[in-house]
């Protein structure tokens, strides 16, 4: 919670003499303090649990889901939140032209639990794509596809609007293979012209403009980690 080491990695820590509590050092696993009043000192550093930090970013496209330095001067999406305090760590990731939303957090267990399969926390996206999609074509993408990597089927998918030229689309999967949703379009002949991610399980992107963030609201955050079963 100090933001230190990882869980696995603090039990070394305690085990090998290196943490104090109160100035006495504490070897034994498993001892309960009071973060308030006890002092604890890891490798003769005093440390203090992290505020917890929960917010959603409407990404824009042509930013890099990174933090610091991007490649090739490409921007990164450290520059739309450069106000806030804590670090922060993007859950998962958008591709570069892929705009929408992201959820950042200083929370490994949230953000852990948001991105394994097993959760099946589902992830909506907006997708125009380049070619009309008839219902025999939709109710076979309904089936899936098999992809270099597997099969790939998403848990619901619907035409939200037929253009001419074009066709919106709202697919959800409760995975984030690289690229998925523009291989799943593309092994249909079909490829994705627009890609826009709008909701994370229980949060949706509503109405944030594009480039700001939000923190997220305690009922958001409880019913993040109650869909994951928590
Ligand atoms: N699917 C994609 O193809 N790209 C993304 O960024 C997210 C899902």
Same mark, same amino acid.
């Given at each position: 919670?100090?933001?230190?080491?990882?869980? +696995?990695?603090?039990?070394? =820590?305690?085990?090998?003499?290196?943490?104090?509590?109160?100035? *006495?050092? &504490?070897?034994?696993?498993?001892?309960? %303090?009071?973060?308030?009043?006890?002092?604890?000192? %890891?490798?003769?550093?005093?440390?203090?649990?992290?505020?917890? @930090?929960?917010?959603?970013?409407?990404?824009?496209?042509?930013?890099?889901?990174? =933090?610091?330095?991007? #490649?090739?001067?490409?921007?990164?999406?450290?520059?739309?939140?450069? /106000?806030?305090? #804590?670090? %922060?760590?993007?859950?998962?990731?958008?591709?570069?032209?892929?705009?929408?939303?992201?959820? =950042?957090?200083?929370?490994?267990?949230?953000?852990? *639990?948001?991105?394994?399969? @097993?959760?099946?926390?589902?992830?909506?996206?907006?997708?125009? %794509?380049?070619?009309?999609?008839?219902?025999?074509?939709?109710?076979?993408?309904?089936?899936?596809?098999?992809?270099? /990597?597997?099969?790939?089927?998403? /848990?619901?998918?619907?035409?939200?609007? *037929?253009?001419? /030229?074009?066709?919106?689309? &709202?697919?959800?999967?409760?995975?984030? +293979?690289?690229?998925?949703?523009? +291989?799943?379009?593309?092994?249909?002949?079909?490829?994705?012209?627009?890609?826009? *991610?709008?909701?994370?399980?229980?949060?949706?992107?509503?109405?944030?403009?594009?480039?700001?963030?939000?923190?997220?609201?305690?009922?958001?955050?409880?019913? =993040?980690?109650?869909?994951?079963?928590?």
């Amino acid at each position: 919670m100090c933001g230190v080491s990882s869980r +696995r990695k603090a039990d070394e =820590l305690i085990k090998s003499g290196h943490v104090k509590i109160n100035g *006495r050092v &504490e070897a034994e696993l498993g001892r309960t %303090v009071d973060t308030d009043r006890d002092m604890i000192e %890891v490798q003769g550093r005093v440390i203090e649990p992290e505020v917890k @930090r929960y917010l959603i970013l409407n990404k824009p496209k042509l930013y890099l889901t990174a =933090l610091g330095e991007g #490649q090739d001067e490409k921007r990164t999406i450290e520059e739309l939140i450069r /106000d806030i305090p #804590q670090r %922060v760590y993007p859950v998962g990731r958008l591709d570069y032209d892929v705009e929408g939303l992201i959820i =950042l957090t200083n929370d490994g267990e949230l953000a852990n *639990r948001v991105l394994h399969p @097993r959760y099946e926390i589902k992830k909506v996206y907006r997708a125009i %794509v380049k070619k009309p999609i008839d219902d025999s074509t939709l109710e076979m993408m309904k089936k899936g596809a098999l992809l270099e /990597d597997g099969p790939a089927k998403p /848990d619901s998918i619907k035409v939200i609007k *037929r253009g001419k /030229d074009s066709t919106t689309v &709202e697919i959800c999967f409760h995975e984030g +293979r690289n690229h998925l949703v523009k +291989r799943f379009f593309y092994s249909f002949d079909n490829p994705v012209r627009q890609l826009k *991610r709008i909701s994370i399980g229980p949060v949706s992107l509503g109405g944030l403009p594009r480039g700001k963030w939000r923190s997220l609201a305690e009922s958001e955050i409880k019913n =993040l980690y109650e869909a994951t079963g928590a």
